[in-house]
Structure formats: C-alpha cells, structure tokens
C-alpha cells in the first residue's frame, strides 16, 4: 500500500501490504485504491473479513466499526474491536459516547457528521461533531426549521457532557427532509460559545444504500447551505441564545431590565452589536412599527394610489 505525498509528489511505501491476493479493490479519493473482502495485512494491524462496508457510513464519514461486525483491529492491546486506541484516529470507543474526530479544536463545535450539506444521510444516523476547546458540555438543536435552530427558537435537544459528542436522536428521520442543527460550547466558565448551523437532506428510500462517492469527491451539496437569517427569517424575534461576552446572565430580558438604550448600543465580544441580537428588545426590527407587532414583510392589503381601487399593489 502506497500513499501519495502532495508535497514531494511522489509515492512513499508505508510498510503495510496485502497478502490475500483474491481481495477486491476500489477507488477511494484521488490517489490511492481501498482493498477490501477478505484480507490480512502483513503488519497485523487489521483484519477484514466478510463483505464490505463493515463501517456505519463511510460516504459521510462515519468510520465507527458496525457493532458485531468482522471489523476487528489488532493492534497492541490484541483484538478488541477498535477499542484499544491505538491503530487510528477513527477508533470508537467501548462506551459509545465518544468519536475520535482529527484536526484542529476550534472554540467552537467543528467538523460535523455528517458534513455540512450532506445529501443522502441514512434514517438512522447519528450526529456527530469535534467539540469545542475547552468545554464542559455542548448543547444539541436540531429542527427541520433553519430559522428555529438559526435563532434559538427551537428547544434543546441534549446536553452533552464533555467529551461525548455523539447524539443519536429518539426518532428516525423521516425520508427526504432537510435537517438543521447547531451545537452550542458550553465552557468551563460557563460562557457559551454558539456553533454554527449544519444541514443535511434526508436520503429517498430508493437511494438509502446506492451512495456511490465518498463526501472530499462530490462537486455539490444540498442547497440547505444556501440559507441564512437575513433572507429567510424574516420575523422580528430575540435571539433567545443571546449571551452578553458569553455571560449566561447576560440575555436579551438583561438588556431589556434597565439601561436598555445604552446597552442596545455595546458590542459584544464577537464585535457584533447587542441590537442586532435583541431587535424586539431594542426596536431594531425592520420598518418597525410600534403599533404593529407583526413585523412580517408583507403589502398593505388596503393600499390605493390617489384613492383608485384600481391602483392597488397587484396593480
């Protein structure tokens, strides 16, 4: 087996072959091929047997070992089905609880599983992500609601003790919806850190196990990703996980309580205005009204140019 080194650009051995000559092979990524069937490694780090994929969802990056399948490492603790922790990045752990994802920790929750944009992700799949630094806990939301899981109006789903950061939900999904969800750090401080939202699209059932590129070879993701607050939540609301400096104190009913003017005014550590977070609280809402409490952009049903009934908005 040979890997393919971008900075030299040249073919480096890693030491590891494939004594079976009958195993099956397949392209995966750009450079390399994947050796699958029934196979052993000379190196005696792994042992495959049976038909592939022995993994949950390798198209979407969920590399857990099926439970009770033939995926067994053998590694320095001997075989323990990927628990000993000492043969790769993507080992799971006996208790479930926790995903082994590489890369850097940012502060705030990164890398989901499925990725962001995912198109095709079974009923049955778990959510997955890389915590945030220095958390005590994340936060699930999760809604087939962009604007519910974008402003804090969906309810939690879980708290996630640090460091799990696998969340199977209490239902399926359901065929060919869009989900959303957000994963908030919850520090050792207690501030909180919101994540960003993450989507996917639920697979039709006739494609559920017809995935035929791995997610770093598609070219397209799900259009779920094109959607943000300013275009498509229109409705003037409080940002209910508002957190002044991440002060959990400090919410939209802190900035109303007193010295609101003032307070509507600051910048946040994130150099992003508390009026912008609390736009019912400091009438920051668009063509605000203070007679009207339906902030909805929509036309004036009873408008007339020059009293015409003619000359209304269709007009």
Not at 290 to 301: H, I, P, V
């Amino acid at each position: 087996l040979q890997e393919f080194n971008k900075k030299t650009q040249t073919w480096v051995d890693t030491g590891v072959e494939v004594d079976d000559p009958g195993c099956q092979s397949g392209s995966l990524g750009k450079y390399n091929s994947l050796n699958y069937g029934t196979c052993t490694e000379s190196k005696s780090d792994w042992i495959t047997s049976g038909s592939w994929p022995q993994v949950h969802e390798m198209f979407n990056y969920d590399f857990r070992p099926k439970q009770h399948g033939k995926l067994v490492g053998k590694g320095k603790g001997g075989a323990h089905f990927f628990n000993s922790k000492d043969i790769g990045a993507y080992e799971a752990e006996a208790t479930g609880l926790h995903y082994n994802i590489p890369g850097h920790v940012e502060t705030s929750a990164s890398s989901p599983v499925p990725p962001n944009g995912s198109f095709d992700v079974f009923m049955d799949a778990d959510l997955m992500f890389m915590g945030g630094l220095n958390a005590k806990k994340h936060l699930i939301f999760l809604s087939t609601s962009f604007c519910d899981v974008a402003t804090g109006e969906s309810k939690k789903q879980q708290e996630l003790p640090s460091p799990s950061n696998i969340y199977t939900p209490n239902n399926s999904f359901e065929i060919g919806l869009t989900y959303y969800w957000r994963v908030d750090t919850v520090r050792n401080d207690n501030t909180v850190e919101k994540g960003p939202v993450w989507c996917f699209d639920v697979a039709e059932s006739s494609v559920q196990h017809k995935s035929t590129l791995s997610w770093n070879l598609r070219t397209n993701k799900s259009s779920c990703t094109t959607m943000n607050i300013e275009d498509h939540c229109r409705s003037c609301k409080d940002d209910s996980s508002f957190r002044f400096d991440g002060d959990p104190a400090k919410t939209c009913e802190w900035v109303k309580a007193k010295k609101t003017e003032k307070r509507c005014k600051q910048t946040d550590n994130n150099n992003k205005l508390v009026k912008e977070s609390c736009p019912l609280t400091c009438t920051n809402c668009p063509d605000d009204n203070d007679d009207n409490d339906d902030n909805e952009c929509k036309d004036d049903e009873s408008f007339m140019l020059n009293g015409d009934p003619k000359k209304t908005c269709g007009w």
